[in-house]
């Protein structure tokens, strides 16, 4: 390599020091050295105050930092110019003699190259004056010692770079300054280390443990710098040094609950940094933690998080950059991600539609590509996150209709009414958008946009055409925003806003040609040539998957499908084994094929006798299906339904009920949809063969397997039948629609007796205790069903209405849990009167948490509907006894007063029981003192102390219990309520079909409750009494002890943390807390709660063999005088509640005695005999104050054979209470 050749500085002369020749490239190196080392000893000499000879040296001092010497290949040249240069600087301070930035950088590399050449060689040597040094400025603090204490750290990191074993001394310090009490020391000390410790090849962390725990330590500092600078020091540790992950992971799981948003931000940031650099830096736990943080209580963190998940999915799972194991790895993100779209937040919401969309699903794929991204990815993910997506799809559908509603009001004459119609649907767009507030402000501008500007219309409504294409879309997207956008403007939240509406209406995913690509993925399964194993699904999956994303995708995109080539690929899955698949394809037809009968004959005429054969011989769905099929995409439709039910209803035989139910099925829904050519014809057949040959006869004994519930396939042909029969009953009623025939009163009588006769309508006992929990659950529907139609709300009685009700306190779990998920889904979508809200306040005597837990949520829900509804609805304040939710208050007093089990008026733990039941329902709805509800819910129930019980209104008894539950409904407002006496904003009104018109010639002023009544029920203890009358006072009676109720938990699972009723985000969080496993509890949640730690109650579990042991009940309730209820079930010995009891017949024979009257379905028994409860006294631990004690078995059944277990009340309330670690009053 040539090197340049040294010439005269500036042109001027060098002068050489005495002695010195002259320096050039002519001399060889060891002259050359023996020179310089003269030069060197001349600068060595001198001094800044040698003016003359700073002149006289300074040409030779620039030929000194030429590039002949400063990169001459000799390492001894090149020491001995750097020694000179070093010399140099001293002597010509402050002002250097060289001014090119080039030749400064040079040097000083030679400088640094000297230092770090002088300290490796001499490390041995200068380590303790390196040692001493820093201990005079770290430990003792003297700052004095050198002008380089200030810059310490520095110095110390690049000592660390050039020899770690130049600092074996200074460690120690550096341990006692991360302990130092002054916070920016702390920070500083932590920013060093974390250099040291995550540079790429450092061994400190493995050669100084000490150190490297202490540091450690600092991720829990109270300074929050110094916390997030070790936050942010784990990337690059993760990253470098993969081995110390596991000590990492503990402390990053603690900071990802830290109270500061940015830390636990910046802990997701680090994860996912070292995650997309490579998935194996992190381990399932850390990605455990980004989880968690999907639920944060910020929106940020959330954000941060589900970002950083969904771009891990797309780098591993959609475009497999590390394989299959990989893939595997991060495979559960799809789901979590789709399962956020069920939280309120609709920024949530949002986010969840534009992960889908670029990074799930990502839209700029091409059609064939992108739907082969769907098809494989619905058919992997789990049920609930396969809700989720079909929800999305569904809220974008209904913003879209939102939207196209607005434009046919644009097309409409300017009109108050129009303008009123168009605020209204301006307001339910802006509620789909961030920030509703100013989404309503800049929707209304919009809307005044669209007004002026047609050709912004035009490409509005090419946008949510059912034909527009995604590409269409995109170009319509493009034109709308380009149109709104403001060049002078950067930031336009006006336009932001539009675009979030846009991306949410516009079809990026499905269109035609999207619809004919899934159906030749979907072909290609059922041919057995796609790549469905590689996927990760079966074929069979794949396929039923497949048609299930084509059924919803038939809802919102019902025109994609119309083409020949789709038409015939669902024809021939109509024809395959899979029954799911064909009542798929049938459902497709019917929401898709109403051009077929005009546009495509071919399918028309092969389509119909498959449907006809369906209807006939098909499974039941398949058969609903099929009917709604014909009716819906054929003109002559009455013709071909005709063609059915005339043959089904000719062949109909009660002695091969496994033929029945799809022909039951298929009459049922034949009559509903088309009652004027159906409905007489159909009521020979209720006559003559549902009623006298069917439901009233039991043909076949049923299996004496002693459980309450069976799975679907173990049930009887013969109920199967009889729960159909019961549907096709309601099923012609509500095609009917009057009951000028009194068929509806007819068939509420034979609904009402299914209940009092617990399901055996006969009486014979000949049907299976599972069995019959089938047919009561189908009697309970039916009433609300035929409750949803107003014609026949109005001649539901009472005493009817208050059996149905009763069907959520049934002895078996599914009974209750299914006849509540019908009841909520009705309320919610306001097809249910107002009363039925009442029967979730029954809900409080559920011995199972879990069901207690989901009542509440949907009176919450249903609640939260109904105020929304008259919020959005101006008209509904004319309804609002039937829309208002305190107008709840007394039909659930009325409900409770006709409760079977309020039998002694004056007894305390019937009473408690009302109160549990009132609270149930006043908690939820006094969360917020809406308009001075409180006050109005007390005038409401002070108004029915001034009425009769319209049921029955010159029963003395009845009114009395009546008025006992108004006066603890007082007592429980007046105890919650600090503005209960408050004047009432309005006068309540009663409904008459309950409570008679008010006495205006007398005031019920009377309190029906005792005194210690009160105090007992507020505080669960009697009055103190004097001194005498506490030692006259008798002993309890023997066996029992004494009830110890403490005021603050006595409402079972429905106790808030406050002494006003809580909120319901509060209330949302704490019941959403069990369902979601992945979320810690912590303040840092979305719906951060107050944790209130009770002792647990210990339970031994049984063994198997004493589960199925017979067992007989001791002792049970005072036998009821009303015959209306029908008979009271026996109550069973704790553990017993789902064996086979011995028959009644054969113990009234064995014993001689009368056969005791049966207790309350689903309640748990009031009393126990005392040896019942002293053989149960070890079983029966200290429970939780307030809570029902069943087996473990029923706190969460998740088989079919879940066994269902009651408690008698006695021994809950008569074992010792666990102290809680924290009392909460409820009546402060």
Not at 145 to 160: G, Y
Not at 337 to 345: P, R
Not at 552 to 564: D, E, M
Not at 967 to 986: E, G
Request: overall charge positive; charged content about 25%; glycine content about 4%.
């Amino acid at each position: 390599m040539a090197f340049p050749q040294p010439k005269p500085a500036d042109g001027k002369i060098i002068i050489y020091p005495p002695g010195v020749k002259e320096i050039t490239d002519k001399i060889s190196n060891d002259e050359l050295v023996k020179r310089l080392k003269m030069v060197v000893k001349t600068f060595m000499d001198m001094d800044q105050d040698s003016e003359d000879e700073k002149q006289q040296y300074l040409p030779l001092a620039l030929h000194l930092a030429s590039e002949f010497f400063l990169r001459n290949p000799n390492k001894d040249v090149r020491l001995l110019v750097a020694c000179c240069l070093a010399d140099i600087f001293r002597i010509y301070a402050p002002e250097a003699p060289y001014t090119s930035h080039d030749k400064l950088k040079n040097m000083n590399k030679q400088a640094y190259d000297l230092a770090k050449v002088l300290l490796k060689r001499t490390a041995q040597t200068i380590e303790p004056c390196i040692a001493s040094f820093f201990n005079q400025v770290l430990v003792l603090g003297k700052s004095s010692v050198s002008d380089l204490s200030e810059h310490v750290f520095d110095l110390i990191m690049e000592l660390f770079a050039i020899d770690p074993h130049l600092l074996l001394s200074v460690m120690p310090q550096l341990e006692f300054k991360l302990k130092s009490n002054d916070g920016e020391e702390r920070l500083a000390v932590v920013r060093l280390l974390a250099k040291l410790f995550g540079a790429k090849d450092s061994e400190l962390a493995t050669q100084n443990r000490p150190l490297w725990q202490c540091f450690l330590g600092r991720f829990n500092d109270i300074h929050v710098p110094v916390r997030l600078e070790c936050v942010k020091f784990a990337s690059h540790c993760l990253m470098n040094h993969p081995d110390l992950a596991k000590d990492l992971t503990d402390y990053l799981k603690v900071r990802s609950h830290d109270p500061e948003e940015a830390i636990r931000h910046d802990v997701i940031v680090t994860i996912i940094t070292a995650g997309k650099k490579d998935l194996s830096l992190v381990n399932d736990q850390l990605l455990g933690f980004v989880r968690e943080r999907t639920l944060d209580k910020r929106w940020r963190v959330r954000k941060e998080a589900m970002m950083g998940l969904a771009q891990l999915y797309k780098k591993y799972c959609l475009h497999a950059e590390a394989g299959k194991e990989a893939a595997q790895k991060v495979n559960w993100i799809k789901d979590k991600l789709l399962h956020i779209y069920y939280q309120n937040s609709i920024d949530d919401k949002l986010l969840v539609e534009k992960i889908f969309a670029q990074y799930l699903v990502p839209h700029n794929l091409e059609t064939e590509e992108r739907m082969k991204c769907l098809y494989y990815l619905y058919a992997s993910l789990d049920p609930n996150a396969v809700k989720a997506l079909n929800e999305m799809w569904k809220c974008q559908n209904m913003l879209r209709s939102h939207v196209r509603e607005l434009l046919d009001l644009h097309k409409q004459p300017v009109s108050e009414a129009n303008n009123n119609a168009m605020f209204a649907k301006l307001m339910a767009i802006a509620k789909n958008l961030p920030d509703p507030g100013k989404a309503q402000d800049f929707m209304k501008k919009f809307n005044q946009v669209l007004g002026d500007d047609e050709r912004l219309r035009v490409q509005l409504e090419l946008l949510i055409s059912p034909a527009c294409s995604c590409k269409q879309a995109e170009v319509c997207v493009r034109e709308i925003t380009r149109k709104l956008a403001n060049p002078k403007q950067p930031t336009n939240p006006f336009l932001e806003m539009v675009k979030f509406l846009l991306e949410r209406i516009a079809p990026v995913h499905i269109d035609s040609e999207a619809i004919s690509s899934l159906v030749k993925l979907m072909n290609k399964s059922i041919e057995g040539t796609a790549d469905d194993e590689d996927e990760g699904v079966t074929p069979d999956s794949a396929i039923r998957a497949g048609l299930e994303l084509l059924k919803v995708l038939s809802f919102t995109h019902p025109t994609s499908f119309h083409s020949s080539e789709t038409y015939e690929s669902l024809l021939q899955c109509l024809k395959m084994e899979d029954d799911k698949v064909a009542e798929a394809a049938i459902q497709i037809f019917r929401n898709t094929g109403h051009r077929i009968e005009t546009d495509l004959l071919q399918i028309r005429s092969t389509l119909i006798p498959i449907l006809h054969q369906k209807a006939k011989r098909g499974t039941p769905r398949q058969a609903k299906q099929a009917v709604h099929c014909i009716h819906a995409i054929f003109t002559n439709k009455e013709v071909q339904l005709a063609q059915i039910f005339e043959p089904l209803s000719k062949s109909l035989n009660a002695d091969t009920p496994e033929q029945l139910i799809t022909p039951l099925v298929s009459l049922g829904h034949i009559a509903m949809l088309a009652p004027d050519q159906f409905a007489s014809p159909m009521k020979s057949v209720v006559a003559n063969f549902i009623v006298k040959d069917l439901l009233m006869n039991d043909r076949f004994p049923g299996g004496k397997n002693g459980k309450l519930w069976t799975p679907n396939e173990e049930v009887s042909p013969e109920v199967l039948a009889k729960v159909q029969a019961i549907k096709l009953l309601v099923r012609w009623l509500l095609g009917m629609k009057n009951n000028q025939s009194k068929s509806a009163n007819s068939t509420l009588r034979l609904l009402s007796a299914m209940l009092v006769s617990e399901g055996d309508l006969t009486e014979q006992k000949k049907i299976s205790k599972s069995d019959m929990s089938r047919l009561r659950l189908a009697a309970g529907c039916a009433i609300l069903k035929l409750a949803q139609e107003p014609c026949y709300h109005e001649i539901i009685t009472p005493e009817q209405f208050q059996l149905c009700a009763l069907v959520i306190n049934d002895e078996c779990y599914q009974v209750r849990q299914i006849f509540a998920l019908k009841l909520h889904k009705a309320l919610g979508k306001l097809l249910l009167p107002l009363e039925y809200m009442a029967v979730f306040a029954l809900c409080a005597k559920d011995p199972v948490k879990e069901r207690r837990a989901h009542a509440r949520q949907c009176l919450l829900k249903n609640i939260s509907i109904r105020r929304e509804y008259i919020k959005q609805n101006p008209m509904a304040h004319e309804k609002l006894l039937s829309l208002l939710p305190e107008y709840v208050v007394p039909y659930t007093v009325h409900l409770l007063a006709h409760d079977p089990d309020f039998t002694k008026t004056q007894d305390i733990e019937q009473l408690r029981d009302i109160k549990e039941c009132l609270w149930f329902m006043l908690e939820v709805l006094m969360t917020k003192n809406e308009n001075n509800s409180h006050a109005f819910i007390r005038k409401m129930v002070e108004n029915i102390k001034q009425t009769k019980d319209a049921q029955a209104p010159d029963d003395g008894k009845m009114n009395e219990k009546l008025y006992i539950v108004c006066d603890v409904a007082l007592n429980v407002i007046t105890s919650k309520s600090t503005t209960y006496n408050l004047d009432s904003p309005k006068d309540p009104v009663l409904p008459a079909k309950f409570f008679t018109p008010p006495d205006k010639d007398s005031c019920n002023n009377k309190c029906y409750l005792s005194d210690e009544a009160k105090t007992l029920l507020l505080t669960g203890k009697p009055k103190p009494a004097s001194v005498l009358g506490t030692v006259n006072k008798p002993l309890s009676t023997a066996g029992r002890r004494p009830q110890n109720r403490t005021p603050g938990l006595e409402t079972g699972s429905n106790f808030s943390g406050n002494s006003e009723p809580s909120s319901p985000t509060a209330n949302r969080g704490r019941e959403q807390n069990s369902e979601i496993p992945e979320t810690e509890v912590s303040e840092n949640e979305e719906n951060p709660v107050i944790l209130l730690t009770v002792v647990p109650a210990k339970t031994e579990k049984k063994e198997e063999s004493d589960r199925n042991k017979e067992m007989s009940t001791e002792q049970s309730l005072p036998p009821q005088t009303s015959t209306e209820r029908g008979k009271k079930r026996t109550a069973p010995a704790a553990g017993s509640e789902n064996i086979q009891q011995i028959p009644e017949e054969k113990k009234s024979e064995e014993t001689a005695a009368p056969v005791p009257p049966k207790a309350r379905r689903g309640r748990p028994p009031k009393a126990v005999s005392e040896s019942n409860a002293a053989k149960n006294a070890d079983t029966n631990k200290p429970a939780g104050r307030g809570r029902k004690r069943v087996a473990a078995s029923q706190e969460g059944p998740t088989e079919p054979e879940t066994t269902n277990v009651k408690v008698p009340k006695q021994q809950e309330t008569n074992v010792k209470r666990a102290p809680a670690q924290r009392q909460m009053d409820l009546q402060r």
